[in-house]
């Protein structure tokens, strides 16, 4: 018996999977115990040329000839966005057919749903690719982990901007230098916002943190820094300390109350997420009985996400030949609780500009002792470039609404001339 | 409906797998849809105190009232050691009970037995927990790579010699000292032989070659060297030229010929896994598709590893409610072909004593010439406590079969007073 795939879209990734599917076959048909035959792939244009050969009739533009398909047991969504994505999904699903996808920001949005209509519907839904390309952090988080409780996930998941942190870091360059550099190369989109605003790794957290908590986790629930305003010397004073800056996505469950962050963070060098380096992805997960784990691997690429797409697909392959498709996932079962500001604690390091004079550094510090945020470190140092005087301070842990009154504070005290950095300290 | 599970042995990971399930008792029956009942355990002492509570009855010493035992569904072995452990759990497959187990030595010695008996018994054997611990490197092999074609497994998979190795690069200090205190704080036993020879660390490696390359290995086909021999000087060398000395499992693949060894390994300090330290471990997975992957996290401890084996008992019982026990796992089936030394290659180091007199380098390079064996590095340094000169040299890639010749040529060679030392290196 054969089991007939029918993929959307044939860009980068839908290749790879063509690849691997073609490629693998007799180890495909071990792992599996039956055949997988790619029966049509939806395209735009027919007529254009490919880097892998189809036999007649395999190619279409009408997305019908998949979804709608009595033959077609399996659809591989990877085009990407929301829709026409989503309606194409949800249609294989209400036919029965089982869902392979890459789509993150599909399923960052829209995952609830999709999970319950397949649920209905007795259809597998596995999106193994949608996060950190080639790590298998999904499965990890749902099986791997199932008898643990997860207390934080923190994770590099955007590669465009590790690159860019990454070569600020080793070449001492400019936020922009690096960014054109990295458009150039093809590493970085001509509109980057999706990336260095950190919406990218705000989908991923959102669908990390559903499946660590076993809660829906909405988009919206995630607060979202980019990387736009982290300067030369914010790294290079990091460095000094000891740390790196690393765009962390963040999600944390404390007494059954999460929080999730996207934000550049201080990361300790001694912290495994602080050499991963490049457009390399890692998941730091800490469970209560596991502890601290790491996982590491390409973020993207061709094949690396498409190893996660046909490990998928012969995972629902599997479960069609056992008749148990729709019966493995666990839908998220706990009533969600979003953590207070109050509540939610790190160390921070703060960056200031002040008036180079006597008593300023007593006037600081008496901010931070009435506000009961105590300091790790704190060095004061001229400006380079004017007569004004940068004082960088690493604070003990603290909650975000006490370092909040610090920096209002701040704002309103004249001898500071401007708070240049705030960023979380982690490791 | 309940899942009974009877429990052979209470020493520290048996005592946290009680631990996890009493305490999850909730998210357990929501990630599986059945309720798990810990029904039996197997002690040796029924009397004596432990440091959790049960039920009358629960106790047990007599075997049969677990492996025998109608009313048990799934038995959990973590008793170690090859008998009576092998034969309770073939008894148990053959009345129809899942396996779950932490038994290295079980697996690696008799994997393919047991396996093969479970698969015409229906029945489930999972064994995580018996490599690298808290870490699913095992569930990543078998189902998160299933689609890839897996090339190398290199890991630091035995967490006492990598305590003490971390211990003599961080102090300086010699292996006896390091042994001693690790010895006195329990994380090394009073006989470390099978830790430090490299033997627990081979028992893993079989298992994870098995896996990764589809292909029953035998431990017998393992190449392995021990710890003892390293010095500090070969550390301090190291350190100099950027590697650090870590026990390395290394399995490759090529042209479908395998190679498995454990051996001392100079590790590029750039590498992720130079800097995995103390008794944590890590495995680096390299797949022709998804390209290079690391899995870092707890080798050993009572919770790590009872995550572990509780995630694969939510495993068996979502099998028991779906029905489809025994039809998940894939046997080996590949014919074993293992690659000649003469096709092995990697870099080495070798430290030399020579004599401290004109014309010896030469003498030396040239022995390295003869046999087509290129260098990337060469250092001479006069000895620190007598006359000699030392020489340290890293290859390029040459093949074992060459650097026996050159081996075999120095033991012939006037000059040099010794060979010290020979270690792969990687990264």
């Given at each position: 018996m054969t089991i007939k795939v029918g993929l959307l879209g044939l860009g980068t990734v839908g290749t790879g999977v063509v690849r691997i599917v073609e490629g693998h076959q007799e180890d495909l048909q071990r792992q599996t115990g039956l055949g997988i035959h790619i029966e049509k792939v939806l395209v735009q244009d027919v007529s254009k040329a490919r880097p892998v050969a189809f036999g007649d009739?395999?190619?279409?533009?009408?997305p019908a000839d998949i979804i709608?398909?009595?033959?077609?047991d399996v659809v591989i969504e990877v085009?990407?966005?929301?829709e026409p994505a989503k309606s194409y999904v949800l249609e294989a699903i209400s036919r029965g057919k089982h869902i392979v996808t890459a789509n993150k920001d599909l399923m960052a949005l829209h995952g609830e749903e999709i999970m319950t209509e397949a649920a209905a519907h007795g259809c597998d839904v596995f999106y193994?690719?949608?996060?950190?390309?080639?790590?298998p952090i999904i499965r990890t988080l749902t099986e791997?982990?199932?008898?643990d409780r997860i207390t934080k996930v923190m994770g590099i998941v955007n590669g465009t901007t590790n690159y860019i942190l990454t070569k600020m870091s080793k070449k001492g360059a400019a936020y922009e230098d690096v960014l054109r550099e990295a458009q150039q190369l093809g590493y970085?989109?001509?509109?980057p916002s999706s990336d260095v605003d950190g919406l990218d790794a705000a989908r991923k957290m959102t669908i990390l943190a559903t499946l660590a908590f076993r809660t829906n986790v909405d988009l919206t629930d995630v607060k979202v820094e980019g990387?736009?305003?982290?300067?030369k010397e914010d790294i290079a004073y990091g460095k000094r300390l000891g740390y790196e800056i690393k765009l962390l996505g963040i999600a944390e469950c404390q007494q059954d109350e999460i929080s999730v962050s996207v934000q550049p963070t201080m990361v300790k060098?001694?912290?495994?997420?602080?050499?991963?380096?490049?457009?390399f992805n890692a998941v730091y997960v800490y469970g209560e009985s596991v502890g601290e784990t790491m996982f590491y691997g390409p973020g993207a690429g061709e094949l690396p996400t498409a190893t996660s797409i046909v490990s998928d697909l012969v995972n629902v392959v599997k479960n069609l030949r056992m008749g148990?498709?729709?019966?493995t996932a666990t839908l998220a079962y706990k009533e969600k609780k979003l953590r207070p500001d109050s509540q939610i604690c790190s160390k921070f390091y703060i960056l200031l500009h002040v008036?180079?004079?006597?008593?300023v550094l007593a006037r600081i510090t008496q901010v931070f002792a009435d506000n009961e945020v105590s300091l790790e470190s704190v060095n004061q140092q001229p400006n380079p470039v004017n007569p004004m005087a940068e004082i960088i301070i690493i604070t003990h842990t603290a909650n975000q609404a006490a370092m909040n009154q610090v920096l209002d504070a701040f704002n309103k005290l004249?001898?500071?001339?401007?708070?240049k950095s705030v960023y979380r300290v982690e490791g």
């Open positions: 009739g395999v190619l279409t533009d009408k709608a398909n009595p033959d077609i085009m990407g966005g929301i193994e690719a949608s996060v950190a390309g080639g790590i791997s982990f199932s008898s970085a989109e001509a509109n990387i736009r305003k982290v300067s060098t001694t912290h495994p997420l602080a050499s991963v380096n490049g457009v148990v498709n729709g019966r008036a180079d004079k006597a008593g004249d001898v500071v001339q401007e708070i």
